[in-house]
């Protein structure tokens, strides 16, 4: 008698998109995006590739939905906050913080600027300067700069977190550096020589708040000028 051959274990609750959309974040972020495949997401799943079509197109509709669901979850935080400023904060803080904890969120934003998930962050925005009082013909450049520095910013800071081994310490690796522009030539370098101290103390945080408060304050200045 033959012995029976083992199939797969299947798993026996009901499938979803949010159930997809969860299991590929997971991927995402422990592997990256070229991990992220239709058979890999079916084994973790313990499901047919098929079955996932049902919810899913292909990989392009899939990034768009997992990032969708790290941004959304972004703003939902601004629930009560009523003050304009305060909520340009909020979404820029918290896109810094999700690209920094999911690095492959800020190359599909950057990807398709229509998806779902980039129309949340640009609505969020504009709005909030609307609400600012920005006069209309000022309101897409300042919109177009705030957008860029959270993007460019947040995305450049997840890119440098792979660029090293993940035993790499901040701080000994900044100390470094600070060492080295301490010892640049004066003359060429006088800045970097100045500001060398403060670089190994420095939260990336603070110091991307710090930017977003420098463009606000000169949004809300040219607007002053031109009412």
């Known amino acids: 008698m033959k012995p029976k ?4 274990e299947r798993r026996t609750d009901a499938l979803s998109k949010e159930r997809i959309v969860e299991a590929a974040i997971a991927i995402l972020d422990a592997d ?8 890999a997401l079916a084994t973790r799943l313990a499901t047919g590739s098929g079955a996932l079509y049902w919810y899913v197109t292909d990989k392009s509709d899939l990034l768009a939905a997992a990032a969708d669901d790290v941004i959304g979850r972004v703003m939902s935080k601004l629930a009560g906050i009523t003050e304009p400023r305060e909520a340009i904060r909020t979404i820029a803080l918290g896109a810094f913080d999700a690209i920094d904890a999911h690095p492959w969120v800020g190359a599909q934003l ?42 460019g910013v947040a995305g450049q800071n997840a890119a440098n977190a792979r660029l090293f081994p993940r035993d790499t310490d901040r701080s000994t690796f900044l100390d ?49 000028r031109q009412r």
């Open 5 to 8: 051959t083992q199939r797969p």
């Open 32 to 39: 990256g995006e070229a991990a992220l495949t239709f058979r």
């Open 110 to 151: 950057l990807r398709d600027p229509e998806q779902p998930a980039s129309l949340q962050i640009f609505e969020g925005i504009g709005s909030r300067l609307q609400a600012l009082g920005v006069p209309t013909p000022a309101q897409f450049d300042a919109w177009s700069a705030l957008v860029h520095y959270i993007l």
């Open 176 to 224: 470094k550096m600070a060492a080295r522009w301490a010892q640049l030539d004066p003359a060429g370098y006088p800045f970097l020589r100045q500001v060398s101290a403060q670089l190994p103390g420095h939260d990336d945080r603070e110091q991307f708040l710090s930017g977003i408060d420098l463009i606000l304050a000169g949004i809300e200045g040219t607007s002053a």
